[in-house]
């Protein structure tokens, strides 16, 4: 039990502010497909400029996970088809029903538990690419 | 205090999402909330019929748990540490969701033209949601992650392949808004 507590507290932090910053909100997606505010390009611009800076410092210093290993990143598999075919299914549904999986679970913690039914269904699409997986482009 | 209760601004909820990304790397792991869907599948039994889900699940509990985290975080967020909602849209938002039928933008995270039990329980809302949960769990994976594991992580990281997932979601997201919403609404 103990080894697990502090991915509990990570991920509470993360569903804090994910909540607290509006971006669980389906009105913060709609605005920000519709180019209408800066809000959310703003939390995804500073979290990537942010990590591109703690990246590279922990390259630089050399730094160690806690499992004695430097810190790296697990890197994506080359090519282009599944990420642009892929991509743009998971935006189609992204901006339909307003949440990505993260808010996805967060939205239960805030007592919108009509939340479930996309998330049985995001369930259900995984399960179907596994099964599809080997007649995909990829 | 009354920080604390208002929404927080972009500039702050961006690096703390840095900081997740940068903890869960550092304990070994990494950020990827969709990775969740694929271990739910196997705990579900999935691993017996397709080869994708033949995993130890038990190795991935630790993301399970950042998820019940995640979902704790919300209730705290809710409950303690929000004033009520109002979310402060654009007024072009406002007006434009007007024109499709969402009223009171704002008023509450999800609109309940969509997600009340009423519109849940309508054709026209389960068809809704159920496609568009479906695209999302079937594209995150297809593309290999989503939010957190390519636009936050993989872009983060410099990655090529995370920049084209990301250029994916804007296609097929703005697809959505611009084309396909005024049919559906």
Redesign the interface.
Known sequence: MK??V?????????????????????????????F?????????????????L??SL?KMMK?K???G?L??????????K?????????????????????P?????????F??V???????????????L?DK?PH | MDIIFQPWPWYVSGPIIAIVMFLLLYFGKTFGMSSNLKTLCAIGGAGKRVAFFDFNWKSQRWNLVVVLGAIFGGFIAHQFLSNPINIDLNEDTIADLSTLGFNNAGQSLLPPELFSWDAVFSWKGILILTIGGFLVGFGTRYAGGCTSGHAITGLSSLQLPSLIAVIGFFIGGLIMIHLIYPILF
């Open positions: 080894k697990f502090k991915f509990f507290i990570v991920g509470m932090f993360f569903g804090i502010v994910l909540t607290k910053s509006e971006a669980v909100s389906w009105y913060r997606i709609f605005e920000m497909f519709k209408q505010s800066f809000h959310m390009y703003g939390i995804i611009g500073t979290a990537v400029i942010t990590g591109v703690l990246l922990a730094v996970a806690t499992n290993s810190l790296r990143v697990p890197l994506k598999e080359l090519g282009y599944r990420y642009i075919i892929g991509g743009t299914l998971f935006g189609l549904g992204w901006a339909l029903c307003g949440a990505c999986p993260g996805m679970y967060i939205l239960i913690g805030t007592g919108a009509s939340i039914v996309v998330l049985t269904a995001a369930i259900f699409g995984t399960y179907l690419y596994g099964v997986k995909l």
